[in-house]
T-cell receptor
Framework: SQQGEEDPQALSIQEGENATMNCSYK?????LQWYRQNSGRGLVHLIL?????REKHSGRLRVTLDTSKKSSSLLITASRAADTASYFC????????FGAGTQVVVTP | GAVVSQHPSRVICKSGTSVKIECRSL??????MFWYRQFPKKSLMLMAT?????????EQGVEKDKFLINHASLTLSTLTVTSAHPEDSSFYIC???????????FGSGTQLSVL
């Protein structure tokens, strides 16, 4: 069954702007992970946040986790055209289940 | 980082034929691999968990006789779509947990088109 649900489904921004997307999940997790997928390709791991963490940074990425609301957000700062991709959250308690993703388009 | 190789990247076949997709962990051992199916603009649906040396674990609603999974070695898992039909056309992706067993490394996917 689908565990993560990303929101919005699609996001269109210009280079330099920030992109924020959210993820909600249903059951308890031990960690939550964000992945990106370029069209027609596999997923690439971006960042992992554990259930006892509230915020994590990696380069231009910032992830937050609110376990009380069962939600997470991914912020991409100073976006670039190369950030154009679909972004998925996957929540883990043994195996990852993904939502439908947020399709991000960054225009030059 | 760990690399997962998936082949073929694209396959077109006739209805009724069987198609085998391979997933290899190139620089690490994977006792477990996951097979996902993805429809356009849809989520990745976990189909099954492949376990080295034992039977695969299928998710609810996935026909195990239709989607045969074999994990004969610590670096290779295969998914065979048997007697393929047009509704089996989809993007299939495999993944394996990395050496730390937390994040997944994905193959590049296989686009299956059944005519």
């Amino acid at each position: 069954s689908q565990q993560g649900e990303e929101d919005p489904q699609a996001l269109s921004i210009q280079e330099g702007e920030n992109a924020t997307m959210n993820c909600s999940y249903k059951t308890s997790i031990n960690n939550l992970q964000w992945y990106r997928q370029n069209s027609g390709r596999g997923l690439v791991h971006l960042i992992l946040i554990r259930s006892n963490e509230r915020e994590k940074h990696s380069g231009r990425l910032r992830v937050t986790l609110d376990t009380s609301k069962k939600s997470s957000s991914l912020l991409i700062t100073a976006s670039r055209a190369a950030d154009t991709a679909s972004y998925f959250c996957g929540s883990s308690w043994g195996k990852l289940q993904f939502g439908a993703g947020t399709q991000v388009v960054v225009t030059p | 980082g760990a690399v997962v190789s998936q082949h073929p990247s694209r396959v077109i076949c006739k209805s009724g034929t069987s198609v085998k997709i391979e997933c290899r962990s190139l620089d690490f051992q994977a006792t477990t691999m996951f097979w996902y199916r993805q429809f356009p603009k849809k989520s990745l649906m976990l189909m099954a968990t492949s376990n080295e040396g034992s039977k695969a674990t299928y998710e609810q609603g996935v026909e195990k006789d239709k989607f045969l999974i074999n994990h004969a070695s610590l670096t290779l898992s295969t998914l065979t779509v048997t007697s393929a039909h047009p509704e089996d056309s989809s993007f299939y992706i495999c993944s394996a947990p990395g050496p730390m067993d937390e994040k997944l490394f994905f193959g590049s996917g296989t686009q299956l088109s059944v005519l």
